[in-house]
């Protein structure tokens, strides 16, 4: 397959990236799986926590932040979208205003994006690929890139029996759909990442085989992001709680690098980072 972009670098809303890359993962909700309610106090979510966070991150080596305001966590409900706003675009506005980073919205709402975009955002994240109502429309109007996230179900009811007759096709299937949607509403090829989706409506048995033919969805000419820190195939593989998973998370990001992922989500960003650099010397790249 012919690669629509150069595998190393990439342009978002006019920030350059450098590849494999680096996401940080921001969760400004109160429950959410892996550090549900570290940044909250009494009055709500402490904004200064929440940046020191995003600092560390940056300082660590993360060139991207993945800020989000709605758990997608499995069992998790929707919120409404004035919280969500709330959790969200002060955070942003003020990473924008003095980080040196790429700012991500995990969102699936409109109204999220096009603020998040308005205060110096350059991803938009959306596990639903933009099928929420208006988010295909909201993403269009911006320059942001997009990532297009498969995911069976939704959130709260996702893992009760996930169902494929051949998970690895029906995700590059549903991928493409997506990026067709995508391109019919005016938003470039060139802005377009995917990403399968581990744990969102998949058993441990189809999240080994997307991971076992991630090479395939890295050679189909978009980059691709791959999120495993901390998730259930881990403690499923490892019998470890949420916080003990981070070396079975390196070995998955480690493959997926390997492989040629580009961008890699996660929590442990320092270490992720180490990860990187490793791989990138052994490729040569
Ligand atoms: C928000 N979020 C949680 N897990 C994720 C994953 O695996 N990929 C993407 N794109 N977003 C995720």
Known sequence: MISQFNPGRFVAAGRELS????????????DSFSDGGT??????LDLDKAFDRCAKMVEQGATILDIGGESTRPGSNPVSVDRELDRVIPLVERISKTLDVAISLDTSTAKVMTEGANVGAHIINDVRALRREGALDAAARTELAVCLMHMQGEPKTMQTQPEYRDVVAEVNGFLNERIAACMSAGIAKSRLWIDPGFGFGKTLAH??????????????????LVGVSRKSMIGA???????????????????????????????DVSETVDAVKVITALKGE
């Open 19 to 30: 590849f494999p890359a680096v996401m940080g993962v921001v969760n400004t909700t109160p």
């Open 39 to 44: 940044l909250y106090q009494s009055t709500g």
């Open 207 to 224: 999240n080994i085989e997307l991971m076992r033919n991630i090479a395939y969805f890295c050679n189909g000419g978009h980059p691709v």
């Open 237 to 267: 593989l490892t019998g470890k709680d949420v916080v003990e998973r981070m070396a079975g998370g390196l070995a998955l990001a480690t493959f997926a690098l390997m492989q040629g992922a580009h961008i890699i989500r996660s929590h």
